[in-house]
């Protein structure tokens, strides 16, 4: 693995915790230092931190608070 992609990952713990969690894809950094792109994807599919996971999460607890208002009423 190249120099650059270890600081990238030292970094960026949430990654560094990903990749930790599935060895899988060292195999893929080893092979090619730009797949860490790739998988910062991945993580983010995977822990559901991408842009539409966190608007439906909003979404998600305005209709609890919504409920709450309601039963409150």
Do not use: A, C, G, W
């Amino acid at each position: 693995m190249s120099i650059e992609t270890q600081f990238y990952l030292n970094n960026n713990l949430l990654l560094k915790r990903f990749l930790h969690e599935n060895p899988m894809y060292y195999k893929y950094l080893n092979r090619d230092p730009r797949f860490v792109i790739e998988l910062s994807k991945i993580m983010k599919e995977k822990y559901k931190i991408t842009l539409p996971d966190k608007i439906d999460r909003f979404k998600d607890k305005l209709d609890m608070l919504n409920t709450f208002i309601d039963i409150f009423n």
